[in-house]
């Protein structure tokens, strides 16, 4: 089938810390931010709030994108996924996660790293990892392509 999926990756920073889920991506065990599929019709804000929402039970607001990455597989049929890191911040008083996520999310763990801890974690993706760092440390950021991400 030849399409391109659009999916989030959330950025959630409280307290000098960040969010973060632990499950299984291509049979490897490793952290991630929390995020996945946009829905037909469905906006990257409202996207932002309900992948947040099922894989921590912690609620989010979008505030703005971090940057836009593609992951291009022209191995066998092929796959290609457009990516917008965006920042979120957390709505309400409730800041715990769920550890394994909302009913059918294969989360392992969910909760809140120092972006010191980011540095050594097992990553799904140090590309993406990067970015994360690069985006909450530097001043001046700007929102950009970072490229394909496979």
Known sequence: M????????????????????????????????????VEFLESIPEATRREVWEETGVLVAYQQMLWLDERIDRNGDGK???????????????T?????????????????????ELHTLPFDNDRRREQVLKALKEANYLPGYIGNVM
């Open 80 to 94: 290609h996924t457009v990516g917008v890191g965006v920042l979120a911040a957390l709505v309400g008083e409730e």
């Open 2 to 37: 030849n399409q391109i999926r659009l999916r989030v990756s959330v950025v959630v920073v409280h307290d000098g810390k960040i969010l973060l889920i632990k499950e299984v991506t291509d049979g490897v065990l490793a952290y991630s931010l929390p995020g996945g599929g």
């Open 96 to 116: 715990t996660p769920i550890p394994g996520g909302l009913e059918d999310e294969e989360i392992v763990w969910a909760g809140w790293v120092s972006l010191e």
